[in-house]
């Protein structure tokens, strides 16, 4: 039996740092507490849409959930089918757009402040 304690580890860090249970991870996700619980102790490996709305809840890119190897998604992500993928892709594709949005606000910020530094 294959373990898969590593995803279950950072989903726990995530958590940890996010100040939320598993409890509320199921209800944010609207997966089972008991299926959450079992991928956190190793005892099964996410499908790719539940991983994706792992990481959407904790506001990660899937990728963070994996390990070099990517195999560990089910076991083998090479088979993953194109949908499972896609999914995948898309959630990092959605986290890419926020850190940007972010990042324009930043540099508003940044050109603001420097305006009034220059009035001074």
Known sequence: M????????????VLAVCAM???ELAQITGIQFSVINRIINGKTAPSAKTLGKIAKA????VSYFTDASIENINGH?????VQENQVIVNTDIEFLKKDVELLKKEMENLRLTIELIKKQ
């Open 58 to 61: 904790l506001q990660q890119p």
């Open 2 to 13: 294959k373990n898969y304690s590593h995803i279950g580890k950072k989903i726990i860090e």
């Open 77 to 81: 992500s090479v088979n993953n089918s």
């Open 21 to 23: 249970t598993q409890t």
